[in-house]
């Protein structure tokens, strides 16, 4: 089967919507990355004090336990996601990418609400993981069907030959939301009390992110429509792409996990830094404020390049390089910990991931073809940061504290991305595509 089979059934004939008038550039990249910064923001502010909410949710008399518990609540709001995937994609093909994207902000909004406010199990008990649980089901749902929509918005606005910049602004946003939720960190660690930050301080990152919400809704309810068949239903969206395009879908998967783990274990820093290096808070926090600014800088970089010398190389030769260096960085900052180690190599892991993940999600975005695109996109990346990026810092911080081998995040490293490379060769080159 050819992973780029194209042969539509009946049921999705009709005329695709095909916007008459295109928005201006800034108002598309804000417009399609906001959900996706938001998205970030939150988890990246989770993954900061997950120690914290460990404690204000998940006592135990063991402290590994309790944050074990914290990560794994982290993880479940990648359970949804499929679903969010499945439903939100097939309705952006099917109503049009501006419904889809204003559904998928507001659900963000009730999630993050929900975690901010929940009381503590030493006011309700039981209730207050549920709650905390519930609001992140909530976000998974709307996260699993945002980057779908988002992106084929994007893309489908863009000039052909800025394609690659565009797309790769999606991750770029992901860096300036890292960037700003560890501004914040830092801030607060530094002005805030240990006691202070675990009892009120660590929910005010939460309560900042839902400032942004109002002005995401605005911006895309602004918005002109870029495709959408009423005639089509979400069945037959989903059962096309299975049956014509199953071949890319798997190949997608398999590419894209590499950079999914490497996204997550970047995120895991701070933790890493805090329960393992036994480096300072404020330190650990910084780490991945470098991240950001690695992450927004080379996705840009990246998707940039790959409008000018394909979009195959960029994706093959930075994750190649990742490869070979993660083991020397990790075992760097295990046997010097402190800040220029923790700093630079974190750094170094996140510009070599990001060089790849920019030009990787433009071409898993051109190869579907307008009719599912969203679908597809959305399908593939739900799928991949549930198995792979809702897992990865529970696998890490369980390998860790079981076999006491701080070295856990490079080995994982390494071997998703032996297989993503592999699968990266198979892809064929869609800078020149017309995908429309």
Not at 141 to 147: C, D, N, T
Not at 242 to 261: D, E, N, Q, R, Y
Not at 362 to 389: D, H, K, M, N, Q
Request: a positive charge; charged letters at 10%; proline letters at 6%.
């Amino acid at each position: 089967m050819s992973i780029v089979s194209d042969t539509p059934p009946a049921i999705l004939s009709p005329r695709l919507a095909v916007p008459s008038t295109m928005p201006s550039s800034r108002q598309a990249v804000a417009a399609a990355v906001i959900g996706n910064a938001l998205e970030f923001y939150d988890f990246t502010t989770y993954a900061f004090f997950a120690v914290l909410i460990g404690k204000a949710f998940f006592p135990a008399q063991d402290g590994w336990v309790s944050l074990l518990l914290s990560v794994a609540t982290f993880g479940v709001g990648f359970v949804t996601r499929p679903l969010g995937g499945i439903f939100i994609g097939a309705y952006a093909d099917r109503a049009g990418r501006k419904p889809a994207m204003l559904l998928t902000i507001a659900l963000m909004a009730v999630g993050m609400l929900m975690i901010a406010l929940a009381p503590g199990y030493a006011s309700i008990g039981i209730a207050a993981p549920v709650l905390v649980v519930l609001g992140r089901m909530i976000q998974g749902f709307a996260l699993g069907g945002e980057v779908g929509p988002s992106t084929a918005f994007l893309l489908e606005s863009a000039p052909a030959d800025k394609r690659g910049l565009f797309g790769s602004w999606q991750l770029a946003s992901q860096g300036a939301a890292t960037l700003v939720a560890g501004m914040i960190g830092v801030v607060l660690s530094l002005a805030l009390t240990t006691a202070q930050m675990e009892s009120w301080g660590w929910r005010l990152p939460f309560l900042l992110g839902l400032v942004i919400v109002p002005v995401g809704l605005y911006i895309r309810n602004k918005l002109p429509e870029t495709a959408g068949n009423a005639e089509a239903t979400t069945g037959a969206v989903f059962k096309r792409l299975l049956k014509s395009h199953l071949g890319l879908l798997l190949l997608v998967i398999t590419a894209g996990m590499c950079g999914t783990v490497t996204t997550y274990i970047t995120n895991y820093m701070t933790t890493y830094a805090i329960t393992t290096l036994h480096l300072p808070a404020s330190l650990s926090i910084a780490a991945t404020a470098v991240v950001g600014i690695c992450v927004l800088v080379f996705s840009l970089v990246g998707g940039w390049l790959s409008d000018r010398i394909g979009r195959r190389s960029l994706m093959i030769v930075p994750r190649a390089l990742l490869l070979v260096i993660a083991y020397p960085a990790f075992l760097l900052m295990i046997r010097q910990p402190g800040a220029v180690t923790l700093l630079s190599m974190s750094g170094l892991i996140a510009t070599l991931g990001s060089l790849s993940a920019g030009p990787g999600l433009v071409a898993i975005t051109e190869l579907f073809p307008r009719a599912i695109r969203s679908a597809g996109v959305s399908v593939a990346y739900a799928f991949i940061v549930t198995v792979f990026g809702g897992t990865t810092q529970l696998v890490v911080t369980y390998l860790i504290g079981v076999t006491g081998d701080p070295l856990s995040p490079a080995y994982y490293l390494i071997a998703t991305s032996v297989i993503g490379v592999l699968a990266m060769f198979a892809f064929p080159e869609t800078n020149a595509r017309e995908i429309d």
